[in-house]
């Protein structure tokens, strides 16, 4: 009988899925990728069909038994990871009454302000609403209505028909293993996101108080399980589209974040990774809850072991420097993108300042007005000038949050910072956050950060590992490159990100 020695993960993002067959060592047999389109509009519209995630996972599926033809038998176990803070609306059965509200998607925005606005104010939320959602959710909605909250609102009040339908309010991962195994569950960062949820320590679970806030009766929430949970196994139908066996285990599962934490292998307490694609953020694992209402960050109830987890999220990485490119008449095709910034030429002390605030921005600002700029263009910059600025703008937006996040009392600030996700792979982008940050920066992982992370939570399950933090501490082994401040480079740019901080300013003011 074959022996069931490997783990299909799948990390589910904006733009498509990357899904690997991982073995007993935490190393990629093979790997697919498979797209899926996102539904742009004017008015902050961002959706995306559910049954395009599946597709692009049976996709990737077929390409994979390309390259193991016994992976049916091989299989011990299916994990998810997924981008956050999307809205499903799914009837008795899991079938979505409408395309998925992404995370991406800002047209709540008005009614999310209404929701926590109010006087007395204090960084735009009414005193009293604030307190409320901070002793027990340890956060509240996001004022740029990117939160299922105000998503949630805004379905009840544009469409209401929909709303009454809705038997299930889903994330993105809640829909797909619902899909593969008939259940309905989700996980605490999902539900720490809807900002219905009590995340006191002994407390976590939904909060009946909060819910009454938001408006959204908590029988139309799912079950909050533990990513390391087995919710069950593939449906027979499942297992026929997938090209699967049934009898599959499929895991709980987890955010793109947690799962980026674990395939960090920053797992110790106060330990900082970055992540960064298309958009980016700092994170880490902390002994205790943490909040910072100016900065627009704190921990939330992560997915394993209810473990408090720092986010900082930023809006714009890598797909600001896509736009870069493009602009300045580069291709963008990932082949082409992974070189176009070798020959930007030596940086010069005219280049012009950019803030990369494309989509708005969350940290240490949440606001989903704000917009980009150069800063100081003049007649004799070319487009290497255009990507020079592009490059330093996102490395130096990274630098205004982590200056924040990095003086948290529990942050360990010394020894290399970890870095990963598809951007981090670029060498020019990883040396410039390095000088930005006067701070080693080691590369781990690359674009393959979240599946390698899932397929974590699966050890205890194969018996690889007794727990999967046990598992992800092997990961921080697991090196591409090293990066080493370049003190002259640091030098300049402290100057410049302190002309930076005059300008931003400035522009702040004008929002």
């Keep these: ?290 909040l910072n209402v100016a900065g627009s960050y704190a921990t939330i109830t992560s997915a394993l072991g209810f473990r408090p987890l720092l986010i900082a999220s930023q809006e714009n990485a890598g797909s600001a420097l896509e736009w870069g490119v493009k602009i300045s008449g580069g291709r963008v095709e990932s082949e082409a993108l992974a070189h176009a910034f070798d020959d930007m030429g030596a940086p010069r002390a005219d280049d012009p300042y950019f803030l990369p605030w494309l989509a708005g921005e969350r940290v240490p600002i949440d606001n989903d007005a704000v917009r980009g700029v150069f800063h100081g263009l003049a007649l004799h910059h070319d487009a290497r000038a255009i990507r020079r600025a592009t490059i330093e703008g996102v490395a130096l937006n990274l630098r205004w949050a982590y200056g924040r996040v990095s003086r948290e009392k529990p942050v360990l600030c010394d020894g290399p910072i970890s870095m990963v996700g598809g951007v981090s792979a670029n060498p020019a982008f990883a040396q410039t956050v390095a000088d930005a940050l006067n701070r080693e920066v080691r590369v781990g992982g690359s674009r393959h950060a979240g599946v390698l992370g899932a397929a974590t939570l699966a050890a205890p399950v194969m018996g690889w590992a007794d727990t999967p933090w046990q598992a992800a501490e092997t990961l921080r082994e697991n090196t591409n490159a090293h990066y080493t401040p370049d003190p002259a480079r640091v030098e300049d740019l402290d100057r410049r990100a302190a002309q930076l901080e005059k300008i931003r300013k400035h522009i702040l003011r004008s929002y």
């Design 1 to 290: 009988m074959t022996e069931r020695d490997l783990v299909i993960s799948a990390d589910f993002g904006t733009s498509g899925v990357k899904i690997g067959v991982v073995d007993s060592d935490l190393q990629l047999v093979t790997r697919a990728t498979a797209t899926y389109p996102l539904s742009l509009d004017s008015g902050g519209v961002a959706e995306q069909s559910p049954d395009d995630w599946w597709a692009a996972l049976a996709r990737g599926l077929a390409d994979l038994r390309h390259h193991v033809p016994d992976l049916m038998d091989r299989a011990g176990a299916l994990v998810m990871s997924t981008q956050l803070c999307g809205v499903i609306c799914a009837d008795e059965n899991g079938h979505a009454l409408r395309p998925c509200l992404t995370w991406l998607d800002k047209r709540a925005a008005p009614l999310g302000r209404a929701l926590v606005g109010g006087f007395p104010e204090v960084h735009g939320y009414q005193l009293f609403k604030l307190a409320r959602w901070l002793r027990i959710a340890n956060g509240a909605p996001a004022k740029n209505g990117m939160d299922p909250t105000a998503k949630y609102l805004w379905i009840a009040r544009n469409e209401p028909e929909i709303f009454a339908r809705t038997r299930w309010f889903l994330d993105v991962k809640d829909w797909l293993v619902h899909r593969a195994t008939g259940r309905f569950t989700t996980s605490a960062e999902s539900a720490n996101l809807s900002w219905m949820m009590d995340t006191r320590p002994g407390r976590e679970g939904w909060s009946e108080v909060l819910a009454d806030k938001v408006g959204v009766p908590l029988e139309k929430m799912p079950e909050i399980l533990d990513a390391a949970d087995i919710v069950g196994t593939l449906t027979p139908q499942a297992a026929a589209e997938l090209g699967l066996r049934a009898d599959v285990p499929v895991l709980g599962g987890a955010s793109d974040v947690t799962a980026a934490a674990l395939g960090s292998g920053e797992v110790a307490d106060g330990a900082l990774h970055i992540s960064v694609a298309t958009s980016a953020w700092i994170a880490g694992f902390m002994p205790s809850r943490i």
